[in-house]
C-alpha cells in the first residue's frame, strides 16, 4: 500500500489530492461555520440571540445560506467584462485554498515542505488584491471600482508592515522554511519576545484582510458593499467564501509566526497529551475569535487615517524593531547561523 | 576589505542623506538656499577626499580608485558645482527653488563618480541608473511647465530603452565570460582565440548604451528637446558630469576588458564620431533657439572628443580627456550667459534675443562671444589646444580620414558660432536684458579667464591627463 | 523528462502571455497578460533551482508594482482609436528593426560559445550542495556586493524623491489634522451638552450649536478653512487684485514660445 503511494506516478498524484482534501474539507467546513460563529458571537456581544430558526442553535443556518445562494440567479451587469468579472471570485477563492499547502499542522505535517514557505505565504497573499481590483473594474461600477481601488492601495500599504515584521522573526529563526519557525519556538512562543510585533501583524492582518475596522473596500455605509456591489449568487458565494478562508490563512499565520503552530504552550504531560494539530486548531480558532471580536468592538477606520497608521505608525515602528532584534540578536550572539 | 578607497563616495552619499534631512526639517520654501550652499560643501569636501584618496580596488574588485577615476570624478564635481552655482538664482526665479534640487544634482554626480570608479560591470549600470535617475527628475523639475514635462518623460522612456539595451549587451558579456569584472572579462577576452558573435552583440549594445547617454548620432534624437525643455542649469549640468562619467566607463571598458580587441570595435567609434561631428555641425546652422543649438553643439563636441577613443591609444585618451576639461568649463560658461537671458524677469531663449547685447551689456557679450570662438576652436582659447590634441593623436594613430572630417566640420561648425557672435555686435539691438544675478557672473567671468588663460594651465591638465590616460593602458 | 514537460509549459505560456502583452487591445488585459508572464517566469525560475527568486518575483513584481500598474491603466481613460493612429504608419518600421534584431540574435546564438579559459577566471561563489540558494544570495548580497547593494538603495532613494517632488502638491482644499492634537482632544472641550425642553425642538437655541473653534483645534494651521487660510486667502485676494489692475506683470517664468 505505502508502496503503491510513494513509487508509483498515480500513487503519488493521488497522494497529494487526498493531502489536499484532507486539508480543504476541515477547511471549507470551518469557513462554513465560521460564518455561523461570527453571527453567534457578535449577536452575544451584542445582546441578541442571532441565527436560531434553522435547527438547533441555528446550526443548520450555514447550510441554508449555502443553498440559497446556490439557487440564485447569477447576475451579469451589462457593460461588464464577462471573464474577469466570472475569474475575479474564483481567484480569491483559490488563492485562499492554495496558500494552505505550505501550512505545516505538525512536525513536517504539510502537504508541502518547502523551503521558502513563508516567502510562499507572502506572495499567495500579496495576489488576493487582484481578486478584489479586478472584480471591482470588471463589474462597470462606480462604487465597484471605488472600493477596489481602496482595497488595492490598503492592501499593499500594510504587506509592507506584514513584511518586515516576518523579517524579524526570520531574523531569530535563520529559515524561511514554515516547519523550522515553528521549531525554532520550542522554548518560547515569539509572541512574548517579539510581542510588538505580534500586535502589528495582528492589526495588518485585519487590514490585509479587509476585515474591520479596516473594511473600507466594502464600506456599506458609502459604497453599498464595495467592490461586490454587483455580485450575486455562486459568484458573491465565492467571494464569500475566499474572504473567511483568508480569516483562516490570516489565523494560520499569526499561529505559526508567534504563536508557536502545533506545540502546546508548556511541553509537560497535560499539555502533550492532545495532539498538535490540535494545538493549531485551537489557536486558530482563538484568533478568528478575536477577528469577530474586534468586529463587534471597533468602528471603522477613516481612509486617511488608516493610510497614517499603515506608512507612518506601522511601518517605521516595524522597520526600527527589525534593525533593534538584529542588533539584539548580534550583541547576545544569539543570531542563528545561515545554514538554512 | 579595503572600505576606505570609496570615502569621497561614502561621504558624498551620507552629506546626501544629511542634506536631505535638513531640508525636511526647514520650512518649506527656504530650504533651498542653505541646502544649496551645504550641497557645495559637501562638493568642495568631496573633491578634496578624491584628490587624496589611494589607488587601489576594493570591495570585491567592484570598486576602482586609481589616475583616471580620481581626473574623471574632480572634472564631474567641478561641472556639477558649477552648475549648481548658476542654479541657485535662476531657480528662484524660476520658481523650482526647492531643496531636492540640489540634492538630485548630488545624488546624480555620486553616481557619475561611482561610473568612474566602476570595477564591474554591474558597479557601471547601477552608477548610471543613480545618474540618469536624479537627472529624469530634474529635466522634469519645473513640472507645470509642459515643456519641462515632455524633456523629463521624453529623456526617461528613451534612457530606459537605452538601459535595458545596455543591460543586454552586459548580459551577453556575462554569458561569455561568466564574470563581471572588468579584469576577469578582460581574461577571458585575451585567453580566447575565437571570439564568437554574442560576444561582439554584447559588446556593440553596450556601445549603443553609452553612446545614447553622450548623444552621439544616431542615438541623438532626444537630446535637442531635452535640452530646450529643460531648466536652463539642469541643462547645464547634463551637458557636464553625466557625459564626463559616460566618457569615463566608455574608455575604462574599451581600454580594459575590450583593450585587446581594439581592431574589432574601432571602425565603429571612428563611424559614430565621425557621424556626430558633421551631424552636430550641419544641424545646428538652421537653428533658432539657442538651448537647441547648445544641444547640436554638445553632440559635435562628443563627436570630437571621441576622436581620441577611436586612436584606441594612451596619448589618444589624454587628447580626450584635454577635450573633455575645455568642454567643460566653455559649455559651462555658454550656459551661464544663457541663463542670464532674461527679459522683465521671464527667460528667453531665442538667437535673436541677444541681439544688440555688445551695446546693452558688454561684459556678457565679450564673455558669450569669448565661449562661441572657443567652441569653434580659434586660438589661442581653450577649445583650440582639445581640438589640437585629439586630432594629433588620430593622424599618430593613421586615422586621416577621421582628423580630416574633424577638421572640416570644425570649419562649418565655426560658422554657427560665430553668427552668434555677430548677432550680438552688430545686429540692430532689441531691448535689454535683464541684469544678471551675482552668481552666474561669477561663473561667467570665471570660465571666461579659464578658457582665455588655458594655454597658462595646459601643462599640468595635460601632464594630468597623461597620468590618468596610462593608469588606463597600464 | 517530467521537468522538461514543465519547462516547454512554462516556457511557451510566457512567451504567449509576453507577445499578448504587446498585442492585447485592452491595456487592462495587457497587464494581465503581463502578470501570466511573471508567473510563468517565476515557475522557470523554481524549475532551476532558485526558490527565493521565484518567490521574490511573485511578491515584488506581482504582489506591487504590477498592482500598481493595474490601478494606472483602470483608472486612465485611454483612447484607443487615438493611441493606434501611428500604428499603421510606424508599423513597417518597427516590425523592420525587430527583424533585424532576431536574425542578429539568432546568429549569435547559434554560435553561442563561452570563453575557451572560463575555468582559470575566478569566480566569487562556488556552489555548495548544503547551502540553500536564500543563504548564498544572502552571503554574496551582503558580503562582496555590498557597495552595489547600497548603491542600489541610493537609486531607490532618488526614485521615491522623484515621485514625491514631481507629484507632491500643496491643495489649497486639503483638510489635514494635527492627530496627536486631535487625540488629546475631550469631549468636554469640543462638545457643549444642551437641556433642550421637551417637543420644543432646537430651533429656539440656535440650531444645533457646534463649538466654532472645534475645527481649528485639531487643523494643521493654514490648512483648509483655518484661521491662517482665511488670512492667507484674504491677502491672495488682494494680491489677485493687483494683478487685475496691472496686466503687464503677467506670469513669470513662461519661455516666450
Known amino acids: 500500500m505505502a508502496d503503491f503511494f510513494f513509487h508509483t506516478v498515480i500513487g503519488q498524484i493521488l497522494l497529494i489530492v487526498l493531502e489536499s482534501l484532507a486539508v480543504l474539507v476541515p477547511l471549507l467546513l470551518g469557513v462554513a461555520y465560521l460564518t455561523l460563529a461570527e453571527r453567534k458571537v457578535m449577536a452575544a456581544m451584542q445582546l441578541r440571540k442571532g441565527p436560531n430558526v434553522n435547527g438547533p442553535f441555528g446550526v443548520l443556518q450555514a447550510f441554508a445560506d449555502a443553498i440559497k445562494m446556490l439557487t440564485k440567479e447569477t447576475v451579469i451587469p451589462s457593460g461588464a467584462n464577462r471573464m474577469l468579472f466570472l475569474f475575479a471570485p474564483f481567484l480569491t477563492f483559490s488563492l485562499a485554498m492554495v496558500a494552505w499547502a505550505v501550512i505545516p499542522t505538525g512536525n513536517g505535517l504539510a502537504i508541502a515542505n518547502i523551503n521558502v514557505g513563508v516567502l510562499y505565504l507572502l506572495a499567495i497573499s500579496s495576489l488576493g488584491v487582484y481578486g478584489i481590483l479586478i472584480a471591482g473594474w470588471a463589474s462597470n461600477s462606480k462604487y465597484a471600482f471605488l472600493g477596489g481601488l481602496r482595497s488595492a492601495a490598503q492592501m499593499v500599504s500594510y504587506e509592507v508592515s506584514i513584511g518586515l515584521v516576518i523579517v524579524s522573526v526570520l531574523l531569530a529563526v535563520g529559515s524561511l522554511n514554515l516547519n523550522d519557525i515553528v521549531l525554532a519556538q520550542r522554548h518560547v512562543w515569539f509572541c512574548l519576545p517579539m510581542f510588538p510585533m505580534f500586535i502589528v501583524f495582528f492589526i495588518s492582518a485585519l487590514a490585509e484582510t479587509n476585515r474591520a475596522p479596516f473594511d473600507l473596500p466594502e464600506g456599506e455605509s458609502e459604497l453599498v458593499a464595495g467592490f461586490f456591489v454587483e455580485y450575486s449568487a455562486l459568484a458573491f458565494g465565492l467571494f464569500f467564501l475566499g474572504e473567511y478562508a483568508n480569516m483562516f490563512l490570516m489565523s494560520g499565520m499569526v499561529s505559526i509566526l508567534f504563536l508557536g503552530g502545533w506545540l502546546p504552550p508548556l511541553g509537560i504531560a497535560p499539555f502533550t497529551w492532545i495532539p498538535g494539530p490540535l494545538w493549531l486548531i485551537a489557536k486558530i480558532l482563538f484568533c478568528l475569535f478575536v477577528f469577530i471580536w474586534v468586529r463587534a468592538t471597533f468602528p471603522r477606520y477613516r481612509y486617511d487615517q488608516l493610510m497614517r497608521l499603515g506608512w507612518k505608525v506601522f511601518l517605521p515602528f516595524s522597520l526600527a524593531w527589525m534593525v533593534l532584534s538584529a542588533g539584539f540578536l548580534m550583541v547576545t550572539g544569539l543570531l542563528p547561523g545561515g545554514a538554512g | ?474 | 523528462m517530467m521537468t522538461q514537460i514543465v519547462f516547454y509549459v512554462f516556457a511557451a505560456v510566457l512567451v504567449l502571455s509576453a507577445t499578448m502583452v504587446v498585442c492585447a487591445r485592452n491595456p487592462v488585459h495587457s497587464v494581465l497578460f503581463l502578470i501570466l508572464a511573471f508567473f510563468n517566469a517565476a515557475g522557470l525560475f523554481l524549475i532551476a533551482g532558485a526558490e527565493f527568486l521565484a518567490m521574490t518575483l511573485v511578491i515584488v513584481y506581482v504582489g506591487a508594482v504590477a498592482v500598481l500598474f493595474l490601478f494606472v491603466v483602470m483608472m486612465l481613460d485611454v483612447r484607443f482609436a487615438q493611441m493606434r493612429e501611428g500604428v499603421q504608419r510606424y508599423a513597417p518600421i518597427g516590425a523592420a528593426v525587430g527583424g533585424v534584431l532576431l536574425v542578429e540574435l539568432i546568429m549569435a546564438f547559434t554560435h553561442w560559445r563561452v570563453a575557451g579559459n572560463i575555468g582559470q577566471i575566478t569566480h566569487l561563489v562556488p556552489s555548495s550542495p548544503t547551502r540553500t540558494n536564500t543563504a548564498a544570495l544572502g552571503d554574496v548580497l551582503y558580503t562582496h556586493y555590498i557597495f552595489l547593494f547600497q548603491t542600489c538603495a541610493l537609486v531607490l532613494l532618488v526614485a521615491m524623491i522623484g515621485a514625491i517632488v514631481l507629484t507632491l502638491r500643496d491643495r489649497p482644499t486639503g483638510r489635514r489634522q494635527n492627530i496627536d492634537r486631535q487625540h488629546d482632544r475631550i469631549p468636554q472641550e469640543s462638545l457643549e451638552m444642551l437641556q433642550v425642553p421637551l417637543g420644543a425642538g432646537v430651533a429656539a437655541q440656535g440650531g444645533f450649536l457646534r463649538p466654532h473653534d472645534s475645527y481649528d483645534v485639531a487643523a494643521v494651521p493654514g490648512t483648509y478653512g483655518t484661521e491662517a487660510w482665511r488670512a492667507r486667502e484674504a491677502a491672495e485676494q488682494t494680491q489677485t487684485a493687483l494683478v487685475v489692475i496691472t496686466p503687464a506683470q503677467g506670469a513669470k517664468g513662461q519661455d516666450d514660445e
Request: glycine share 10%.
Open chain 2, 1 to 474: 576589505m579595503n572600505w576606505t578607497l570609496a570615502l569621497p563616495e561614502i561621504v558624498l552619499a551620507l552629506s546626501g542623506l544629511a542634506i536631505l534631512l535638513a531640508g525636511v526639517m526647514q520650512k518649506r520654501g527656504q530650504a533651498f538656499f542653505s541646502c544649496a550652499m551645504m550641497t557645495l560643501l559637501a562638493f568642495v569636501v568631496t573633491g578634496v577626499l578624491v584628490v587624496i584618496s589611494p589607488d587601489g580596488t576594493g570591495y570585491s574588485h567592484v570598486f576602482i580608485n586609481d589616475g583616471f577615476a580620481r581626473f574623471m570624478k574632480v572634472l564631474s564635481l567641478t561641472g556639477a558645482a558649477l552648475s549648481l552655482v548658476l542654479s541657485v538664482g535662476y531657480a528662484r526665479e524660476m520658481e523650482i527653488d526647492k531643496f531636492e534640487f540640489p540634492v538630485l544634482i548630488l545624488f546624480s554626480t555620486l553616481g557619475a563618480m561611482i561610473m568612474a570608479s566602476s570595477g564591474n560591470l554591474m558597479t557601471l549600470f547601477v552608477g548610471l541608473e543613480l545618474s540618469s535617475l536624479s537627472i529624469y527628475i530634474l529635466c522634469a523639475f519645473a513640472r507645470d511647465r509642459v515643456g519641462a514635462a515632455e524633456a523629463g518623460l521624453k529623456y526617461f522612456v528613451l534612457g530606459s530603452l537605452a538601459s535595458g539595451i545596455l543591460l543586454y549587451g552586459i548580459s551577453l558579456a556575462y554569458g561569455f565570460a561568466g564574470t563581471l569584472e572588468y579584469a576577469g572579462l578582460q581574461q577571458a577576452v585575451r585567453g580566447s582565440a575565437v571570439l564568437p558573435a554574442g560576444l561582439m552583440v554584447g559588446i556593440v549594445f553596450v556601445l549603443v548604451g553609452l553612446c545614447f547617454k553622450l548623444s552621439m548620432v544616431p542615438f541623438h534624437m532626444w537630446t535637442p528637446d531635452v535640452y530646450q525643455g529643460a531648466p536652463t542649469s539642469v541643462t547645464a549640468y547634463m551637458a557636464g558630469a553625466p557625459k564626463i562619467a559616460a566618457f569615463a566607463v566608455l574608455l575604462r571598458v574599451m581600454a580594459g576588458p575590450f583593450g585587446s580587441m581594439t581592431p574589432q570595435w574601432q571602425l565603429l567609434i571612428e563611424v559614430v564620431s565621425a557621424l556626430s561631428m558633421v551631424f552636430g555641425s550641419l544641424a545646428a546652422i538652421p537653428q533658432g533657439n539657442i538651448k537647441r543649438l547648445m544641444a547640436y553643439s554638445s553632440i559635435g563636441h562628443m563627436g570630437y572628443a571621441m576622436i581620441g577613443m577611436a586612436a584606441g591609444t594612451a596619448e589618444g585618451t589624454r587628447g580626450t580627456l584635454v577635450y573633455l576639461v575645455t568642454y567643460l568649463f566653455m559649455n559651462v560658461g555658454a550656459f551661464a550667459g544663457i541663463v542670464a537671458m532674461r527679459r522683465n524677469g521671464r527667460a528667453v531663449t531665442r538667437i535673436s534675443d541677444l541681439a544688440g547685447l555688445g551695446r546693452t551689456d558688454p561684459g556678457m557679450a565679450l564673455a558669450m562671444a569669448i565661449f562661441m570662438f572657443s567652441m569653434a576652436g580659434a586660438p589661442p582659447l581653450a577649445g583650440f589646444f582639445g581640438k589640437l590634441m585629439v586630432f594629433y593623436a588620430a593622424i599618430n594613430a593613421h586615422l586621416y580620414a577621421l582628423a580630416a572630417i574633424g577638421i572640416v566640420s570644425s570649419v562649418i561648425g565655426a560658422y554657427y558660432y560665430i553668427r552668434i557672435v555677430k548677432v550680438m555686435f552688430f545686429d540692430t539691438a532689441v531691448p535689454a536684458l535683464d541684469r544678471s544675478p551675482v552668481s552666474v557672473s561669477f561663473v561667467s567671468v570665471g570660465m571666461g579667464l579659464v578658457t582665455v588663460f588655458f594655454v597658462v594651465g595646459l601643462g599640468p591638465v595635460a601632464t594630468a591627463a597623461q597620468a590618468a590616460a596610462s593608469a588606463l593602458f597600464r
